[in-house]
């Protein structure tokens, strides 16, 4: 009778758990089709990922997605998976950056009286916050829904390309609305100017200037509610009467009207940066009803289309979770900038208009020219032309090609001029659907130091986006670490970005220029100390800036740009044959290597740059400088330590997780640099159309190329002991050297690995 009574027991239990599975995988895999049903949004919002789960479409004008904090480095994406509140659901939003912007327009569904101004994460009664449980949560690509717990309201929301779509049930009955607060920020706003229009009562629409990040920003949307409200205004948290238009500040707008237990309420926003006709345009064109599952579903197919033009077989759920969500992670930025009608705001905060031609915004270049960018010219050739003429509209419109360009706005960011690899590979590519002599120009003109006919925001972006370092660089041949900061990395930089613009002028015939550049890409000669082995700050006197540690970092206030001695001394991707002779031949760069990846991690300094994470030795995955450097060993004949490196830096530094990510996702960039890897090959040095083998973790790839052709990678012996190729071939011949070309790439045909457990 126990032993009865037992298994009875254990049978219930299992029905339990089956049904418990059968739940989630009938929501996670029945309800969601394609490769779609392999993303996990939830990837990157922990950690320093700084990514958000909420509804976009790929490379959408709209980002709308939950807020939990407005301030501090991990709030850069609005979202940390850590937090406990949601302020709200804002419709802009920055994927993985390492400066926070945007979280415009910012929508909250209440139940009761409301409240307008946000409260405190330490306490969320304070304000309109509302805290929320990740169990009640779900996420899937184009869809957001969770249960705000004070509330007791389920808010789901999805997206088409230039329009938000809220759906709110409120589960209980009696005074309940939604507050709209324009003065919601994911940053500090120096400038904010606001207004609301009241069209009717179920349409408002809302403008935003402000100046943060994006020096000038302006911003509006068209709403409509398919229930009727009525409107209370609010100033720095007062009451006011009188509709606010023009001028105010901290506005915030109480929608309210009473809802019965279980109704549900239905909100479309359309926005824009050009005015409120575009928003309203843009809305209608895209949500045209109200049917919130249709547009739902309309998202979903939107990221099958794009996450199927790379299909993988074999590797573990993990693997396939983790490659899908890095592959959608790419798709998300740049976004579309230009309204249905083809009108956007330009940099020169003009209204344009295209030729039906889709205009960007959100280009990080120092992050995504390194893999990002050449994954595109894979994958989609056409955008990326689209994303050239868009770089090359902004250089018509500012005097200048953008290093970090943020809607509409030059921000100067970072170290550089990156628009030019980003061009140069695609034209290398034969990717050349723009004004190429134009093209010319514009990354000539990169390189130079020139301040005249340039439109400036303000002095401070003008100094970092025309930095001495540019005028040293050309009058004294090398940059001084007494009188200009970060002056090893822009440097290097500075030497690789010329050597691209050579490969162009050779192209285009221009000899003179050609050897102006590769003259001028040698630069990076002058700063190996062959001492010490490493890039080292040079004062104006030609003598080393002492003192030196290779693990020192002051974040932005030493010799390297997020990094130190260790990561930076490498970054000469143009030129390697050549920086194998500068640190003495083969052996000594290989041992080199080898210390990089084996030697202690430990950091130096006061102020060391919280960038520098991911780490394998002094080797940081966490950020960009290192993100070619696992396959140097490919150029000193020594492929195995790449594939080795490689496959450790896929195993260790990626995860199914909220903290899957080592560092900043940057737009695409670190989901980049997994997908080329886990599928075989890298973009070694953008403006060279050829690839480097590394280690493929999957049985079979197929790239769907634009064509209509398809080049299939098929890796047979393979495992996670199996790591390292016995054989490589193209099209049945073997291939001698771990590299091929883009040529043969976009040819179509079978690239086939075979592994094993030792090094060959």
């Not at 029905?15 to 779609?36: D, K, P, R, T, Y």
């Not at 938000?164 to 706003?189: A, E, M, R």
Request: some cysteine.
């Amino acid at each position: 009778m126990k032993n009865k009574k037992l298994f009875s027991f254990i049978l219930l239990i299992i029905l339990i758990v089956f049904l418990a599975l059968n739940q989630f995988f009938s929501q996670s895999f029945e309800e969601i089709s394609g490769n779609a049903k392999y993303v996990n949004t939830f990837i990157g919002t922990g950690g320093h990922g700084h990514t958000f789960p909420g509804a976009t479409t790929p490379y959408g004008m709209v980002q709308l997605s939950p807020d939990t904090r407005t301030m501090g480095w991990d709030a850069c994406g609005g979202y940390h998976h850590t937090d406990t509140s949601i302020l709200g659901f804002s419709h802009t939003h920055l994927s993985g950056t390492g400066i926070s912007d945007l979280g415009d327009f910012l929508f909250m569904p209440f139940n009761g009286e409301a409240k307008v101004t946000p409260g405190t994460p330490e306490n969320p009664d304070s304000g309109y916050r509302s805290r929320y449980n990740h169990s009640n949560e779900k996420s899937s690509p184009g869809f957001y829904s969770v249960l705000l717990d004070d509330y007791d309201v389920e808010v789901e929301v999805t997206t088409t390309k230039r329009a938000g779509f809220h759906k709110y049930k409120f589960n209980k009955s009696g005074k309940s609305g939604v507050i709209i607060d324009l003065s919601h920020n994911i940053y500090p706003d120096h400038k904010p100017n606001h207004e609301f229009k009241v069209i009717s009562n179920t349409e408002i629409s809302g403008y935003k200037g402000s100046g943060g990040w994006a020096v000038s920003q302006d911003i509006f949307f068209h709403a409509k509610f398919n229930k009727p409200f009525t409107t209370t205004f609010y100033e720095n948290g007062k009451r006011i009467d009188e509709v606010p238009t023009g001028k105010s500040k901290s506005l915030v707008a109480v929608l309210s009207f009473n809802t019965k237990e279980g109704e549900e309420v239905l909100s479309k926003v359309g926005i824009s940066s050009v005015d409120y006709i575009g928003a309203k345009k843009n809305l209608e064109s895209e949500i045209k009803n109200w049917d919130f599952d249709k547009v739902k579903n309309e998202a979903q197919e939107s990221w099958n289309k794009e996450l199927s033009k790379i299909n993988v077989k074999g590797g573990t759920e993990n693997e396939k979770t983790i490659f899908y969500t890095a592959l959608y992670h790419t798709s998300i930025a740049p976004n579309t900038f230009s309204d249905v009608d083809f009108r956007y705001r330009g940099m020169d905060r003009e209204i344009h208009q295209t030729d039906k031609e889709n205009i960007y915004t959100v280009f990080s270049l120092w992050d995504t020219f390194r893999a990002y960018n050449p994954l595109k010219t894979i994958t989609d050739p056409d955008r990326t032309n689209e994303f050239i003429k868009t770089l090359l509209s902004k250089y018509d419109q500012g005097g200048v090609l953008p290093k970090w360009e943020l809607h509409g706005n030059y921000t100067g960011c970072m170290i550089g001029y990156h628009a030019v690899p980003v061009i140069v590979d695609a034209y290398k590519k034969g990717i050349k659907d723009f004004d190429v002599e134009k093209a010319y120009r514009a990354i000539v003109h990169a390189s130079t130091f020139d301040t005249i006919n340039i439109i400036f925001p303000s002095k401070r972006i003008k100094n970092i986006l025309m930095p001495m370092g540019k005028f040293y660089n050309e009058t004294m041949d090398y940059i001084p670490a007494d009188l200009e900061n970060e002056s090893v990395s822009t440097a290097l930089e500075y030497a690789y970005n010329d050597w691209c613009i050579a490969q162009m002028a050779k192209e285009l015939g221009k000899t003179d220029d050609y050897n102006r550049f590769m003259k001028r890409s040698k630069k990076y000669t002058q700063y190996y100390d062959t001492k010490t082995g490493f890039m080292r700050g040079k004062n104006a006197d030609g003598n080393w800036r002492e003192p030196f540690d290779p693990r020192y970092s002051k974040h932005r206030k030493d010799d390297y740009t997020e990094g130190n001695a260790y990561q930076w001394s490498w970054f000469v991707p143009h030129d390697v044959p050549g920086l194998v002779d500068l640190v003495g031949g083969k052996e000594k760069f290989i041992k080199n290597l080898d210390v990089l990846f084996s030697t202690s991690s430990e950091l130096v300094g006061d102020d060391v740059s919280g960038d520098i994470s991911g780490l394998i030795g002094q080797y940081a995955h966490g950020n960009e400088p290192s993100h070619h450097i696992s396959h140097m060993y490919n150029f000193v004949d020594q492929p195995w330590k790449t594939q080795e490196i490689t496959d450790k830096i896929m195993r260790e530094l990626y995860f199914n997780d909220p903290n899957g990510l080592a560092g900043n996702e940057d737009c695409g960039q670190m989901s980049a640099w997994y997908v080329l890897n886990a599928i075989g090959f890298y973009s070694f040095n953008p403006g060279d159309p050829t690839y480097s083998i590394g280690r493929p973790i999957f049985d079979e790839v197929e790239i769907n190329l634009p064509t209509g052709k398809k080049f299939i990678i098929r890796t047979e012996n393979n495992s996670r002991d199996n790591k390292y190729i016995q054989t490589t071939k193209l099209n049945g011949k073997k291939l001698d050297t771990p590299f091929f070309t883009h040529e043969q790439l976009i040819a179509g045909g079978k690239m086939e690995f075979t592994m094993g457990k030792l090094p060959k």
